[in-house]
């Protein structure tokens, strides 16, 4: 029997207290987007913003930028990448650049620069990151009529990552409603189970796992990866690298993991909070995250698992295309979904 290979391990779950009748002003998507290069010219902003928290005065307006732009571009090669810089990806890195060739294709390369030595030494989250941006891309190109094609990895790994030639289409993607209210949601929330339709619908998008046992299992697998990533202090502080404390950092470097709100930034500014706190795996800031974030991952009533026959280039860009699709098909249902693979990083 052929090898399964776990590409992604995802919680599910419905959300009470999570509002999803966002307008494009409120769009609360716990990733940011930086600057998408043009290779030859032109540029697509790109940022992003932080909880639910923030107020009209501690609003990362500059980071916000890009879902009130997305789909503001006469290219239709530029608008749908004006969407697909919107897809999630692991740390937020956002390794992508892009160079338009001629009138209708364009050549997609991950940026060396950006990368996760220590969560993500083989480079496989990274490009199931590049596979989200593809298949957001696809997506989106289909609300100004187009298709587009893909060619993966025409020159080997060390090459492009893909040439996409757009084409006329009369089909638009149902899912295309969805990309600006899609989120990789890393809250805590009240959760209650999840309809068997919803269930049903999700099967042909991923494994939905329902089974107490084995949902029991995964929440045990799920906390002690998360533990150990926390307390190694090679994987931890990859993170706490990026972190982008506040709304000036979060619009000064709109990548990374963000973390802000009123709250926050007012015990900052009273010296309750500092970000020595915030960065260290010992400190009551970080004791307190992850109390809370045990009691999320322990309380989910379900989990999506995407899996695939080989671990090769090709199959984590279909596992990023996967989880995307699944990702805008929660939003559509008014479910979260929160990637929880720690267990299968480094």
């Known amino acids: 029997m052929a090898e399964v290979i776990i590409n992604l391990i995802l ?22 987007r930086k600057t998408l290069a043009l290779i030859g010219g ?6 992003g913003i932080g909880t639910t928290a923030f107020v009209t005065t501690r609003r990362p307006h500059a980071a916000l930028a890009p879902w009130q732009n997305a789909g503001n571009y ?68 289909t609300l100004s009529g187009h298709d587009v094609s893909l060619e993966l990895f025409p020159e080997g790994e060390n090459g492009p990552v893909a040439i996409g030639r757009f084409s006329r289409s009369a089909t638009t993607d149902p899912l295309a409603a969805h990309i600006l209210g899609r989120r990789s949601c890393k809250e805590p929330y009240q959760m209650t189970a999840i309809e068997a339709s919803s269930r049903s619908t999700l099967q042909a998008y991923a494994n939905i796992v ?35 404390i506040g709304k000036q950092e ?18 900052m500014l009273l010296g309750l909070l500092s970000r020595e706190a915030l960065t260290d795996p ?13 009691n999320m991952l322990l309380s989910t009533p379900a989990y999506a698992v995407i899996t695939s026959p080989n671990n090769d280039r090709l199959s984590q860009i279909a596992a990023g295309a996967a989880w995307l699709r699944l990702n805008l098909k929660t939003t559509e249902l008014g479910l979260a979904l929160h990637p929880v693979s720690q267990a299968l990083q480094e």
Request: charged residues 20%; hydrophobic residues 40%; contains cysteine.
């Open 74 to 141: 006469e290219d239709p090669r530029k608008n749908a990448l004006s969407y697909a810089i919107l897809a999630p990806n692991p740390h937020n890195l956002q390794p992508w650049m892009v160079d338009l060739v001629g009138p209708d294709t364009v050549i997609l390369y991950r940026d060396p620069n950006r990368a996760l030595p220590h969560t993500d030494p083989f480079s496989r989250q990274i490009t199931i990151g590049l596979g989200c941006f593809l298949e957001q891309l696809k997506i989106a190109a």
């Open 42 to 47: 032109g540029f697509i902003a790109a940022a």
């Open 250 to 267: 979060i619009n000064i470097s709109p990548d990374g993991i963000d973390i802000g709100g009123p709250m926050l930034e007012t015990l």
């Open 282 to 294: 010992g400190s009551e800031a970080t004791q307190s995250f992850l109390s809370s974030y045990k």
């Open 210 to 244: 329902t089974d107490p046992e084995m949902v029991e299992n995964l929440h045990s697998l799920t906390w002690e990866a998360f533990q150990i990533e926390m307390a190694t202090p090679s994987t931890y502080q990859e993170s706490a690298d990026l972190m982008r």
């Open 11 to 32: 919680i599910l779950y419905r959300t009470i207290l999570y509002e999803f009748e966002l307008n494009s002003m409120d769009i609360m998507n716990k990733s940011r």
